[in-house]
């Protein structure tokens, strides 16, 4: 439907196959792959497409430990489950193998049916927060992925053009005061994309650097540096209009881009928010 025809390889499998043929030494990698979605009526395929020993669970769980092998060769691994019990299972799965880089969500087909569906990945990129808990409240907390984007609100009684003026210098003092990998601000776009090779922003790490006589540069004209293996990777955005809280002015938008460590957007998210306390009359 999407005319991507030239880029979609259909493969046939036969039990004893692995799924994902990516088992060779000289095989492609691939962008994603996908469980194929079961007929919306009756079953029109053969016994051997639509069963599997241990129903859907098993059956992904062989994708999770094909996964495990193949790893970064596959993007994203994706499935649809007929289940809510089957994605708690699955997400258990993920969890115990420490995949913590994962999204759920649901698809309603008609006003009753619904199905769940599972995607994973061993690569650092962070999808954004409505494709990784597209779930609402229909699963437990503790089944959902880390969350990949804050808003954090600037309250003082500013008009919207200083608070914007104030929330821009901020950030940008405080990012370009740190050992970024790389750093980039725009301004057009009200918005800034950052690399980072760990907690720079700790005191022991400061200290250490001060300590070796290390003088922190703006990494910000150098934007060809390789940022692909930097352990924590962000964005923020000032976000000119708050939809959910329209009289409170302008926000900051964190959002997660990079990395595996979940401590780490936490601790920079206290960071952030400490900057846009200063000056303030009231804590955000």
């Known amino acids: ?36 979605e ?13 069963v599997c020993e241990g129903g859907e669970v098993r059956f992904v769980e062989r994708i999770i430990s094909e996964s495990i092998v193949l790893r ?55 999808p954004s927060l409505s494709a990784t808990r597209g779930c609402g409240s229909s699963i437990s907390k503790n089944m959902l992925p880390p969350v990949t984007a804050i808003t954090i609100y600037e309250h003082s009684p500013r008009a919207q053009t200083d608070a914007i003026h104030f929330l821009r210098k901020a950030l940008c003092d405080t990012i370009e005061s740190l050992d970024m990998r790389s750093w ?11 690399f980072a090779e760990g907690n720079v922003w700790s005191r022991a790490y400061r200290r250490r650097r001060a300590g070796e006589g290390v003088t922190i540069e703006n990494k910000a004209s150098t934007p060809l540096l390789d940022i692909t293996a930097c352990t924590f990777g962000f964005s923020l955005t000032i976000q000119q209009e708050c939809l959910d809280k329209p009289s409170d002015g302008p926000a900051v938008i ?18 952030i928010r400490r900057c846009l306390r200063k000056d303030t009359t009231r804590p955000c």
């Open 1 to 36: 439907m999407n005319h991507l025809e030239s880029r979609i390889r259909i493969i046939d499998r036969v039990a004893s196959d692995w799924l994902i043929p990516l088992h060779g030494p000289n095989a492609d990698t691939v962008d994603f792959v996908m469980k194929s």
């Open 38 to 50: 079961p007929p919306h009526s009756a079953c029109t395929g053969a016994p051997v497409e639509m």
């Open 72 to 126: 970064d060769r596959v993007q994203w691994y994706t499935a649809m489950l007929g289940k809510q019990s089957s994605l708690e299972v699955l997400v258990n799965v993920l969890k115990k193998h420490r995949i913590n880089n994962f999204a759920v969500t649901t698809f309603t087909q008609g006003s009753k049916t619904r199905r769940w569906a599972l995607g994973w990945s061993f690569l650092t990129r962070r």
């Open 184 to 194: 980039a601000w725009d301004e057009q776009r009200l918005r800034g994309i950052g």
């Open 254 to 271: 964190l959002r997660w881009l990079q990395g595996d460590d979940e401590s780490l957007f936490e601790s920079f998210a206290g960071v």
